[in-house]
């Protein structure tokens, strides 16, 4: 799961046109983990969708999301903020 929040923000948050950037913490701090993962959110071009297609997103949030619910319920705090430039989130899991 956590490979999957660093993979989410190199996927979304590099730009060979724009700067970029992406900060990854990952430190053990009262018996638990913590990972935060803040980068960089570009305004992308809109690709049009092909008729009778629909667009898909978002599946790499709400998958770990299930997982978060399914191993560690109860045992983990996750935060996610976005604005126009900046993209964050924290995750924080009892260990």
Same mark, same amino acid.
């Given at each position: 799961?956590?490979?999957?929040?660093?993979?989410?923000?190199?996927?979304?948050?590099?730009?060979?046109?724009?700067?970029?950037?992406?900060?990854?913490?990952? =430190?053990?701090?009262? #018996?638990?983990?913590?990972?935060?993962?803040? @980068?960089?959110?570009?305004?992308?071009?809109?690709?049009?969708?092909? #008729?009778?297609?629909?667009?898909?997103?978002?599946?790499?949030?709400? @998958?770990?999301?299930?997982?978060?619910?399914?191993? =560690?319920?109860?045992?983990?705090?996750?935060?996610?903020?976005?604005?126009?430039?900046?993209?964050?989130?924290?995750?924080?899991?009892?260990?």
């Amino acid at each position: 799961m956590l490979i999957i929040l660093i993979e989410i923000a190199f996927k979304h948050g590099i730009s060979m046109r724009q700067d970029s950037f992406i900060h990854i913490d990952l =430190y053990i701090q009262d #018996a638990g983990l913590i990972l935060t993962v803040e @980068n960089s959110i570009h305004a992308r071009q809109l690709e049009k969708v092909p #008729a009778g297609m629909q667009e898909v997103g978002g599946v790499g949030l709400a @998958n770990t999301q299930q997982r978060l619910d399914l191993l =560690y319920k109860g045992k983990y705090e996750w935060q996610i903020q976005e604005d126009t430039d900046r993209y964050f989130t924290q995750l924080s899991l009892e260990l």
